[in-house]
């Protein structure tokens, strides 16, 4: 148990999956804009990030102990069909849920994060409730990062932004700021 | 930044969906052919590569013993042989030094857990008869460069691994009384360094006794 | 699309239109493995193949490919080239390869690379395909080599390995660290934009002397 709480708090501190890995920037960059939008593109996130750490559990465990060499081209291509099953699901599930995470499902299976997740998860060797941590950990990150972004960026549009500096370069920065400040969370998993 | 690519709504060509099938099943089939002749053309060196550095770690740690043989945990017990049929990576795994006269010098064991950064991969070996460490090395670690990485780099650190005795004591550097169980900690990674000497108590309490247990009559006949 | 000339179609993603440093397509590896300029060649090196490989192989089977799952047939055409890349490195170059880890398999997701063939490879013969894609990964391991140069002289005091400065240098160590990657590529983005802001100033300046120069005659 201990093990599993180690796996998810590095995950969301330590080793965030955006500001440590560097996956996931594509929403990072792009919908970091408005924390409203952001925290929705995060639950998005959390969600399939779950699912995925199931089904690469399922595939690793079942299929590719055969064939390593398929991995890459197995995991991305459920990946694919698997995010536009659970649109296609929420859709007639829940149509209020859809409004809220819809436009982001799509967005989400060419986000590296998702492969990365499946990938890192393999080569860590999780088992299943270690990658389901995993997921949930990795999901977390995300959504905290986004959070913390898009809280920053509201506050900057406020400042007065040398032109030279607008747009990337700026979130860039703030974006190397913010992962800075997350290193002073390592060593919290070899505490006591 | 958006890996989405700009998608239009794809023109109907008429295509049925057996011929999308079809191509995708040609398509999927090639791909695993070329996959396939790579994978066999590569996976040969990439092994010969993997046994290689485990060979010199496990050479390193016990002091270049004459030969080596792994030994497995089946069923609680280290044995020389798999079961039948038995896949090898399902079990785990000490490895044992051989001196040129087949007598036993040491054991080398592998064991894991979280470091400052990531997790932190050690190979250790150790007499069992006496405690005594013979070296160590990190196989693994993502620690932060120029500070927790001198686990691996500092020699001073390194090297009283093979003096110390298990278990093993973390000290401040040059405030130890001269036991043998105590190393002296690095200065500015202190976690780092304590995450190692975790590992090797860690993995001492729990092979020390299956070690102690396996009987080495019979078992290296070549 | 408009039509471009051989020449657009090869120099265009070196610079003008470089995918890391103009486009902003392709970050994850730009950060991630740029620590030293080892790596960063190496990473440039295997998304280069890929993409010439990929672009190749699309523009090729372009007929074949029916237009409903064209992104699916081009994202496994991708991975299986990343595959063969991921292996033959590891083959190659074990040491390498440990250090990039899981971020080659990423190359699958790498926008750039579907970019170019949703936009171009899918859409042109053969032949530009192929010079689009080496003017491209061109372009992609230009901005490696740059994100990379600066990470590793700065954190680590070296170029390629090779020590600069001596024993007395302290290393920036924040460089070669996650940080480092984000904050590299964003002043390297101030730089770019100060620059073409200051060839706007000075073209505006030069017409202005111009349009004067006009008057006075």
Redesign the interface.
């Known amino acids: 148990m201990g093990d599993l709480i180690w796996i998810l708090i590095s995950t969301v501190l330590v080793n965030n999956f955006t500001l440590a890995y560097f996956l996931g920037l594509c929403p990072f960059m792009g919908v970091s804009a408005r924390v409203e939008t952001a925290l929705r593109m995060g639950m998005a996130n959390i969600f399939v990030l779950t699912i995925t750490s199931i089904c690469a559990w399922l595939l690793n465990t079942f299929l590719l102990d055969h064939a390593p060499y398929l991995r890459v081209i197995s995991f991305i291509v459920v990946i694919a069909s698997l995010v536009q099953i659970v649109e296609m699901v929420i859709k007639k599930v829940s149509p209020a849920l859809f409004k809220q995470l819809g436009i982001y499902l799509p967005l989400i299976t060419t986000n590296c994060a998702i492969l990365g997740l499946a990938i890192f998860q393999t080569n860590k060797e999780y088992d299943f409730f270690q990658g389901l941590f995993f997921a949930i950990g990795a999901g977390l990150g995300l959504t905290l990062a986004l959070v913390l972004m898009a809280s920053i960026r509201e506050d900057a549009e406020r400042a007065q932004v040398p032109k030279i500096a607008q747009g990337m370069a700026l979130v860039l920065i703030i974006a190397g700021s913010l992962s800075m400040a997350f290193m002073g969370f390592a060593g919290l998993g070899s505490a006591s | ?7 239009q709504e ?4 008429g ?1 049925s969906s057996a ?2 099938i079809a ?2 099943a040609v ?2 089939m090639l ?2 052919l ?3 002749v ?2 066999e ?3 040969p ?2 092994l010969a ?1 993997k046994e290689k550095m485990m060979k010199e770690a496990v050479g390193l740690v016990l002091q270049e013993p004459a030969s080596f043989t792994t030994l497995y945990l089946v069923d609680g017990k280290l044995t020389l042989d798999l079961p039948e049929d038995a896949v090898e990576k399902d079990f785990e795994k000490v490895f044992v030094g051989y001196d040129e006269h087949n007598s036993p010098v040491g054991f080398a064991v592998v064991h894991n ?7 932190v991969k050690v190979i250790f070996g150790y007499d069992p008869e006496t405690g005594g460490m013979m070296g160590m090395k990190v196989l693994e670690s993502k620690e ?4 927790g990485d001198a686990i691996e780099k500092d020699m001073d650190f390194v090297g009283q691994f093979e003096r110390v005795v298990a278990p093993l004591v973390g000290v401040k550097k040059g405030s130890g009384s001269g036991d043998p169980h105590e190393v002296d900690m690095i200065t500015g990674a202190t ?1 780092s360094a ?2 190692v000497i ?1 590992i090797i108590n860690e993995a001492f309490e729990r092979w020390d006794p299956l070690i102690k247990a396996y009987d080495h009559g019979g078992s290296k006949d070549a | 699309m408009r039509e471009t000339t051989p020449k657009q179609d090869l120099f265009r993603g070196i610079w003008k239109e470089n995918p890391v440093l103009i486009q902003m397509l392709g970050l994850c590896p730009a950060l991630a493995v740029t620590n030293t300029v080892e790596n960063s060649l190496a990473m440039g090196v295997a998304t280069f193949f890929v993409l010439l490989g990929s672009s190749l192989s699309v523009s090729l089977l372009k007929k074949f490919i029916p237009g409903e799952v064209r992104i699916s047939t081009y994202i496994m055409i991708i991975a299986t080239f990343v595959t063969v890349a991921d292996m033959s490195l590891e083959a190659m170059v074990p040491v390498v390869h440990k250090k990039l880890g899981a971020f080659i398999a990423l190359i699958v997701v790498n926008c750039m690379i579907l970019g170019r063939q949703e936009a171009f490879a899918s859409k042109r013969p053969v032949g530009r395909a192929l010079l689009d894609a080496v003017g491209v990964g061109t372009g992609f391991m230009i901005a490696m080599v740059m994100m990379g140069g600066v990470r590793e002289i700065l954190g680590m005091g070296s170029f390629l390995n090779i020590p600069l400065f001596g024993d007395n240098y302290e290393p920036w160590v924040v460089m070669i660290l996650p940080a480092g990657g984000f904050l590299t590529l964003g002043f390297w983005l101030l730089g770019l934009n100060w620059w073409a802001e200051r060839k706007k100033q000075r073209q505006k300046v030069l017409a202005a002397r111009e349009s004067s120069e006009r008057r006075a005659a």
């Not at chain 2, 794809?10 to 060509?13: G, V």
């Not at chain 2, 857990?113 to 997790?119: I, T």
């Not at chain 2, 932060?144 to 500070?147: E, H, M, N």
Request: avoid cysteine; charged fraction near 20%; charge should be negative.
């Open positions: 930044m958006s890996d989405e690519p700009q998608v794809p023109e109907d060509n295509a011929g999308i191509t995708l398509a999927g791909a695993g070329l996959l396939v790579v994978y053309a590569t996976q060196r990439i590569y857990r979280a470091g400052f950064q990531d997790q932060t460069p120029g500070l976690i304590r995450a975790r």
